[in-house]
């Protein structure tokens, strides 16, 4: 059974910075495309990072240089790590995974096939 589990969510003021974690289990995140989804009340789901089996990595142009995504494979873990947090940052965050490799380079959550249960991020004026 696939399971991912985030942490690190929490409440900052702008310009503060969190690091997220979302740790795998049931698969190896190495070998799939994983990313960093969010979800604002009343707004649609948003890709925010993905990172591919080769470590490439894209991002949403509202947090690009702001937001880096990685993962430690011999952790089966994913991060990102938000700087320069904004208000307009505040969602709930998600790790997700795609078996297939159609999530990065579409950037659309509906390729991928698992997700974590979420952790809320604020960050307050």
């Known amino acids: 059974q696939v399971q991912l589990v985030e942490s690190g969510g929490g409440s900052v003021q702008a310009g503060g910075a969190l690091r997220l974690s979302c740790l795998a289990s049931?698969?190896?995140?190495?070998?799939?495309?994983v990313g960093w989804f969010r979800q604002a009340p009343g707004k649609e789901r948003e890709g925010i990072a993905v990172?591919?089996?080769?470590?490439?990595?894209t991002y949403a142009s509202s947090v690009k240089g702001r937001f880096t995504i990685s993962k430690d494979n011999a952790k089966n873990t994913l991060y990102p790590q938000m700087n320069s947090l904004k208000p307009e940052d505040t969602a709930m965050y998600y790790c997700?995974?795609?078996?297939?490799?159609?999530?990065?380079?579409?950037?659309?959550?509906?390729?991928?096939?698992?997700w974590g249960q979420g952790t809320q991020v604020t960050v307050s004026s």
């Open positions: 990172i591919n089996v080769n470590g490439i990595t």
């Open positions: 049931g698969y190896t995140i190495s070998s799939s495309c």
């Open positions: 997700a995974v795609d078996r297939g490799s159609r999530g990065c380079s579409t950037f659309r959550h509906t390729y991928f096939n698992y």
